[in-house]
């Protein structure tokens, strides 16, 4: 795809090329997200990044991976202090907005929200999470993630066995990352949910349809066996209707150290796009499993800054002029 100028809004715009240039493009990025260096390119730019529904490490990381690029980045949080509260439209806002800013990042509680803010805007416009849809840049930051613990080569991400726990009818993580990767060859995708939360019928054909093997399941531990990546999900109280329902729900699989020790290989690596829901009536990835070296979540957290920075620096068109604008940093860093 032409990424210059280009809105991001779902995975389906990718190819494999494409997901190569964004992987290099955020290894160059690495050092600067890393803090040895610093670079001014995007001075002068700035970021608007609407979240109208709850968010802290997407909101956050959008902000700073933009700052990490010399961008100056403005917030709005919720709705009750947006104009949308007056009875504002998608359109009018977005239009209004990108009269403002020079790119927009927006995350929405309804499906295909930010298609509607894409259409009236003049910038263009990043998906940060449309209620139930999708939420690529998570995707791509999970695939990089799977990508550098499988030895950074996008040919290891073929054959991959994965495992994806918790809430797949509204899990727009789930949804994006499972497309993504249906890009590679040969995977195997086993979904474990209840009967109520299991991936949509038309996900599970696409998947069937590129010749993968897809099999859905209610049981944690027979599922986890034998598998290179075992993704966990909160079960997504807030698109729930009835609250009764998700009470009905709520801790329906713990994976923990002792799901772990005795039903997953050795290599296994375990995954959650975070937050993950810790309270002791829930706790869907126990703290007991910290210790895990194999436990990547805070490492996916950290790969969402080179990530978001390629996707600027590409959407923006100054990959090239990175370095160029680049200098060490004189403050204190902590060595990672
Ligand atoms: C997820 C989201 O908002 O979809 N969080 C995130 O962006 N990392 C997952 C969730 O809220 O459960």
């Avoid at 504002?88 to 990108?98: G, P």
Wanted: with cysteine; hydrophobic share 35%.
């Amino acid at each position: 795809m032409e990424f210059k100028g280009s809105h991001i809004l779902s995975v389906s715009q990718f190819t494999i090329e494409d997901i190569y240039t964004i992987f290099k493009t955020a290894e160059i990025m690495e050092p600067y997200a890393s803090r040895k260096k610093k670079t001014k390119v995007l001075e002068g730019a700035v970021l608007g990044n609407l979240f109208f529904e709850a968010s802290t490490r997407s909101r956050i990381s959008f902000g700073a991976s933009f700052n990490r690029l010399g961008g100056f980045v403005n917030d709005t949080v919720g709705f009750k202090f947006s104009s949308m509260a007056k009875g504002e439209s998608i359109h009018d806002t977005s239009r209004v907005i990108s009269g403002y800013v020079d790119l927009m990042v927006v995350r929405h509680p309804e499906k295909g929200s930010v298609t509607e803010f894409s259409e009236a805007s003049s910038v263009p416009v990043i998906n940060g999470g449309d209620g139930p849809g999708e939420h690529p840049t998570q995707a791509l930051l999970d695939l990089y993630t799977i990508y550098k613990e499988r030895d950074s080569q996008l040919n290891n991400l073929n054959n991959l066995r994965i495992c994806l726990v918790g809430d797949l009818k509204y899990g727009r993580t789930i949804h994006s990352l499972v497309k993504i990767l249906s890009l590679f060859k040969n995977i195997t995708y086993i979904f474990v949910a209840p009967e109520q939360l299991q991936i949509p019928e038309e996900i599970a054909e696409f998947l069937k349809s590129k010749n993968h093997l897809v099999s859905k399941i209610d049981n944690l531990k027979e599922a986890v066996s034998n598998m290179d990546i075992v993704y966990v999900t909160r079960i997504q109280e807030e698109r729930f209707e009835d609250r009764q329902e998700f009470l009905n729900l709520q801790g329906y699989f713990r994976f923990n150290k002792e799901v772990y020790d005795n039903y997953c290989r050795e290599n296994t690596i375990i995954m959650h796009p975070l937050p993950r829901d810790s309270r002791p009536e829930s706790n869907e990835l126990d703290v007991d499993l910290n210790d895990i070296h194999n436990l990547a979540i805070f490492r996916q957290t950290d790969n969402g800054i080179p990530i978001r920075m390629a996707i600027f620096a590409l959407v923006l068109d100054v990959v090239n002029k990175v370095s160029q604008y680049g200098t060490d940093v004189q403050w204190y860093t902590p060595k990672r």
